[in-house]
């Protein structure tokens, strides 16, 4: 699952989406339903697309975003979010699961499309209380939701990021209703939409998919707190060479990293992943 506190400002997400009924949620038309397949539809070029620099200064600024230090060439910042002159920029979208404060928006909008339990109650991420899980379940549903979050990357490409940053692709892992092709089928379908509009898209975590790279049409890698899983950050560095960017929340992991991995970008956060004005701030890069 995704290791960081995921803090969006509710502020940010109001102010994109006119009370969560505007464009930063909205059902932007997007791939046909009939054209999302587990993981066998051919992909848009993606070396038409540009990667991110490779072992370049990087930055997390999921909580807010702020004059980016210095030395900070990639950047990822929320799809509500504006990105930075100058900079290669992420653009974080929540593919699997519903973000904070959007959760009314989903069960009004698209209740069909929130899991639910035994009860038709629907089902809340034990980690993350305040995030729906998405039910990717059945093709239907599947094509549903990722013309939804399509309308989304369409939104980050006309704001003129250049990368998606698809979230909580592991969702599938923690509940058995799901297959892993159930996961490879919607972020596949992301992934061609992105390079049809010539951004590139990272893997999220998740290295049970590593081995699956060929279906999924993923370009680079964002991993969390990759330290704390003995040979984890080996695994996506094999799979993704220099194009891995590595966050970690606590300094003894990211001074590991930081010896261990000098070919890929690093960076320390604090979990809020808060703007220099919190007393939580805490940014360092290796």
């Not at 509710?10 to 587990?38: E, K, Q, R, W, Y």
């Not at 092709?181 to 992301?190: G, I, M």
Request: hydrophobic share 35%.
């Amino acid at each position: 699952m995704s290791r960081m506190t995921r803090t969006t400002p509710l502020s940010l997400v109001l102010a994109a989406s006119s009370a969560l009924g505007g464009a930063a949620c909205s059902d932007s038309p997007s791939t046909p339903a009939d054209s999302l397949t587990d993981g066998t539809s051919p992909a848009a070029d993606p070396n038409s697309v540009a990667l991110p620099p490779a072992n370049a200064g990087f930055d997390y600024q999921l909580g807010g975003g702020y004059s980016p230090p210095g030395d900070v060439r990639v950047l990822s910042r929320d799809r509500t979010d504006t990105p930075a002159p100058g900079l290669y920029n992420l653009c974080y979208v929540n593919g699997f699961q519903t973000q904070p404060g959007e959760r009314s928006w989903w069960e009004t909008n698209h209740p069909a499309l929130i899991l639910r339990d035994a009860s038709g109650r629907p089902v809340i991420d034990p980690d993350w209380p305040d995030e729906d899980i998405l039910d990717i379940s059945t093709a239907d549903k599947r094509s549903q939701i990722a013309a939804i979050v399509n309308g989304w990357i369409d939104g980050c490409a006309t704001a003129g990021f250049q990368a998606i940053e698809v979230d909580n692709l592991d969702t599938y892992t923690r509940f058995s209703v799901f297959k892993d092709s159930d996961a490879v089928a919607v972020v596949r379908a992301l992934a061609d939409h992105a390079h049809a509009r010539g951004l590139a898209i990272g893997q999220k975590n998740t290295s049970e998919l590593l081995s699956r790279r060929a279906d999924t049409a993923l370009d680079f890698a964002i991993v969390e707190e990759c330290s704390k899983t003995k040979g984890e950050c080996q695994q996506f560095i094999a799979a993704y060479g220099t194009q891995v960017y590595i966050i970690e929340y606590d300094r003894a992991g990211f001074q590991a990293d930081c010896k261990a991995f000098p070919q890929v970008s690093i960076v320390l956060r604090d979990r809020e992943v808060s703007p220099p004005t919190s007393s939580s701030y805490v940014r360092d890069a290796c």
